[in-house]
């Protein structure tokens, strides 16, 4: 702390000495009467002493951080508390939606093996259709949810119930070809229905697998119905035109792994001689995993298949898998074979067929399938 001492004839000019030195600052704390002596008695002199402190300068009030932050920095801190205050905002508005329905109908599709695309996309239509209120209306969820689904399907229900002259089966091993070909063969040939009742031939390419022929030629001498198995290309073809009095030809190929290309191709070529008169089937198991189904309709892509055919409907609890696949292949379903009974599990595909099969809504889906 600053101290002074101020000396003046009078005081009030002491302090207005003070006053122009220290200005309001300055306090006096004392003053003195002072005498000086002069030479023999001459010169004597009557003064005043004022003495004090100075205070400190008054503390300037802190500027705001905002005012202090200067150009780009300023700008940027402001963003960043913008971008803040935006956050806290917005994670409050959405988190109620995303985290009860969302959510919900996420686990939903996921238990019932749907793939990740499709529960994506299905998640981003529902909010963005759905208003709020009824987003968060279990039902009303659930409801476009089951919408989007049946909506995935299509079914070739005329094609199941007048197939072309000449059809083929391709796909995958073990799934069930042979058996559908001998349910189909059963359905035209022994069909009540003189409409639909047809003279139907088999031929099984018997060239990739010794002993496809047995198989099928069992079914064939139950129903009476002739099967032509054939080993070569140029086979097939004087089968095929020696088969005129036929008008249902149904070919049963082998099944081929979607890995094995080489044989693919071989297939590939073999049914090449049939030019574009057959109309093919891909098969497909129905517990076949999603990505997998992928897979294989595009590995059989070059079969130039049209429709598919689902088998061991009854084999499987979930179609989530099924559904993802057509989401993204957009092919009709042919034919859903349910069972290994021949001729009875072979069906034309509706709807409520899988409807029925998905697990955990709370929708009434056996009302909501009879219902129609
Ligand atoms: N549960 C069930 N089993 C089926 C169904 N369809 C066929 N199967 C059975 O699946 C097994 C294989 O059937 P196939 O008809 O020989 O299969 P594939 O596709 O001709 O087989 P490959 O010619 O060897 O490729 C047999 O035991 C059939 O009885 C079905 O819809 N449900
Ligand atoms: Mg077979």
Redesign the pocket.
Known sequence: MEHFSEEAPTYEEAVEQVRQKYGDRAKIYARERRTTRGFLGFGRKETVLVSGYVTAAPAQPEPPPVQQEQGYDQLLSELKRMEQRLASRNQGASAPVRSKQIEKMEALLDGNDFSRDFISNALQLVQSRLSVKDLEDPMKAEMFILRLISETFRFDVERALSLPRVFG?V?????????????IAARFSLSPSVKRRRRVKIIPIDSF?IG?RE?IGNYGSLMDIPVDSVETPQQLARCMEASSDADLLLI?????SPRDTVTLQEMQKFLSVCGEDVFWAL?L??STKARDMMTITETFEPFKYQSLIL?????TDYIGNIVSMLHERQKPILY?????KVPT??LVPKTELFLEKLQGFSVDLEHLTTSG
């Open positions: 089966i796909g995958p091993t073990g799934v069930g070809k042979t058996t559908t070909v001998a349910k697998r496809a198989q049963d190929t082998i099944g081929k098969a198991s129905a088998t061991k409907l009854d084999e859903v074979s349910a069972g290994q599990d072979l």
